[in-house]
């Protein structure tokens, strides 16, 4: 079981990022799947996620308006477009996979490595 994440980078503030995860070694449907985040010195939030059944979605307030989360089923993937960044949104990026619906990092099973996005002038 493998989630990659990639798309990372350094950006503007004002910019925008699509990340990008690709799922291998078990089917996205079966599974709820999430980005989460880590900044210096703070816990791990989430971000949004996708609800595999309904295909419903949930973003955390600092996301909305400005976070787009989706999946690919055929490629196995899940993506987050990132727009009007902010300094504020500079952490380590992650995707996950779980069993449970939800923001709450303790729910999900399967992590990938994450990708660092750094927003600065």
């Known amino acids: 079981v493998q989630l990659q994440a990639s798309g990372g980078g350094l950006v503007r503030p004002g910019g925008s990022l699509r990340l990008s995860c690709v799922v291998s070694g078990f089917n996205l449907d079966y599974y709820h799947i999430g980005w989460f985040r880590q900044a210096p010195r703070k816990p791990r939030e989430g971000i949004s996620c996708?609800?595999?059944?309904?295909?419903?979605?949930n973003y955390a307030y600092f996301a909305k308006g400005r976070f787009t989360i989706f999946r690919d089923n055929a490629k196995n993937a899940l993506y987050l477009q990132m727009n009007s960044l902010k300094p504020d949104d500079t952490a380590v990026y992650y995707c996950?996979?779980?069993?449970?619906?939800?923001?709450?990092?303790?729910?999900?099973?399967?992590w990938g490595r994450g990708t660092l996005v750094t927003v600065s002038s």
């Open positions: 996950a996979a779980g069993r449970f619906y939800g923001l709450n990092a303790d729910d999900y099973d399967y």
């Open positions: 996708i609800n595999s059944i309904d295909g419903s979605t």
